[in-house]
């Protein structure tokens, strides 16, 4: 199988940002060609059959998308969403690889559910999944998961995402026997006693709708916390799903005094505020809850100066019923897989950050965080999103191929989608 990209803007931060066209041979990169700067016999590329041609004219090529942090939510709680159906939508998304969080029932805490996570998503034969073990075992926070049989076993990273470690020792013992097996610490940062049982953001807004509110407090003071750890042991720290402007202001003047952290945010974190759960609005609810303007503007000046070096989904599938429930009974989470990229594509157009950028927060840092190669150079495994920042489309849940639907971004009119995703050189989504 030989395939030829034809025509489009490659963005390869580091490697190309021009017109390219990039030939596959089964699951490989052969070679990227600058037309305007031909090598070898001029007609000599253009007398080879390709079993397949693709015109990207007006598009970009880019890197496969990697979204650091979703919820599959198999095994266990495959109503919601199964690793099918989230491979599905990852690739509709743009994603050619997703990191798959613990929180399944069971646990990813040991190797057996690590190894059917990843059987599972290559039968399903769409997007990567890169496991994330748990810190502790069953996220209780009570001492530490067998981490060099979970990256044995194909864990990228650990994390007890949707529950914080309260426990400080153990946080600092987590990143000090992480750091032997290479697994970089995603943090979930939130002080329970101060969070309590708060459903939506502390403020204004809350106390009009008459909720319990979590303050920002809440998630720096861990943010802080995990710095600390992070600057004793000298080990890696990434920091999941910032929210607030004092977390941004910790790790940008942690990343000054050199610690070795990195941060993500979400897109509703940089589109949408506290006001989204004005109505009740249960698809706006989740954990961090979404804050005020000031906390929007803060994200994206951490987004603009590098503070914040990942652009991720956070993606939390949950079925209908659960989200009809009484706002403060409802689950936390939304689904963001298939509008992740449109909505991050709207920093460009407002200038926040440049396409580059923007590649290198959703595709190269990923990859660097994670320990995999994610460059469109000769050698390198196919793995390439097609981005056409021009695809006009409404959301409408009812076509996600998501099994869940609880997205705030019903009805919005969105602009840039992706056009084509190949893994390994196949195409496993093609837009019509």
């Known amino acids: 199988m030989l395939i030829r990209i034809r025509g489009g803007h490659v963005i390869d931060p580091g490697n190309h940002d021009g017109l390219r066209d990039i030939i596959i041979k089964e699951d490989k990169i052969l070679k990227v060609i600058d037309p305007a700067h031909p090598t070898g016999d001029p007609g000599s590329e253009e007398s080879i059959f390709y079993d397949q041609e ?37 690739a509709v998304g743009g994603f050619t690889a997703v990191c798959a969080m613990p929180n399944t029932h069971p646990v990813n805490d040991c190797s057996q559910i690590t190894a059917y996570i990843i059987a599972k998503a290559r039968e399903a034969g769409f997007s990567r999944v890169y496991p994330v073990g748990a810190i502790s075992p069953g996220l209780k926070g009570e001492g530490l998961s067998e981490y060099g ?17 309260v426990n400080s020792q153990l946080m600092r013992r987590a990143l ?25 953001n502390e403020g204004v807004v809350a106390t009009r ?27 890696p720290l990434h920091i999941a799903h910032v929210s607030t402007a004092e977390s941004v202001r910790a790790i940008r003047e942690a990343k000054k005094r050199g610690a070795f952290v990195t941060a993500e945010t979400a897109p509703h974190y940089f589109t949408l505020t506290e006001e989204a759960v004005t109505a009740y609005n ?15 503007e803060a994200i994206l000046e951490g987004l603009a100066d590098g503070t914040i070096d990942v652009i991720a989904t956070d993606h939390a599938p949950h079925a209908i019923l659960e989200k009809s429930m009484e706002f403060d009974k409802a689950p936390n989470g939304i689904v ?27 595709a190269i840092n990923p990859a660097r965080l994670i320990g995999i190669k994610n460059a469109l150079v000769a050698g390198n495994t196919a793995d390439i999103t097609i981005i056409d920042p021009e695809a006009h489309f409404v959301v409408e ?22 056009f084509l995703t190949m893994v390994g050189g196949k195409i496993v989504h093609r837009l019509l």
């Not at 007006?58 to 496969?64: A, C, D, F, T, W």
């Not at 049989?149 to 470690?165: N, T, W, Y």
Request: aromatic share 4%; hydrophobic share 40%; net charge neutral.
């Open 336 to 362: 963001g897989l298939e509008t992740s990229l449109p909505l991050s594509l709207d920093l460009v157009k407002k200038g926040v950050l440049s396409y580059t950028a923007l590649i290198e927060k959703m």
């Open 149 to 165: 049989e979970l990256k044995s076993a194909g864990a990228v990273a650990i994390s007890d995402d949707g529950k914080p470690v």
């Open 397 to 418: 849940p009812s076509l996600f191929r998501s099994r869940s639907r609880n997205t705030p971004f019903a009805g919005w009119s969105l602009t840039g989608r992706a």
């Open 54 to 90: 693709i015109d990207a004219t007006g598009k970009m090529v880019v890197p496969g998308l990697i979204d650091m942090h979703v919820h599959l939510r198999e095994p266990g709680h495959e109503y919601k969403e199964t690793i099918q159906t989230g491979c599905m939508a990852a």
């Open 209 to 235: 709708l008459g909720l319990t509110g979590a303050p920002n407090t809440a998630e720096s003071i861990m943010v802080m916390r995990d710095i600390a750890l992070c600057e004793l042991t000298g080990s």
């Open 282 to 296: 249960t698809h706006a609810k989740m954990n961090p809850p979404l804050r005020t303007e000031k906390d929007r």
């Open 176 to 200: 000090e026997y992480s750091r032997r097996f290479g697994l970089i610490v995603i943090s979930h940062c939130e002080d329970p006693y101060l969070s309590a049982d708060g459903a939506m």
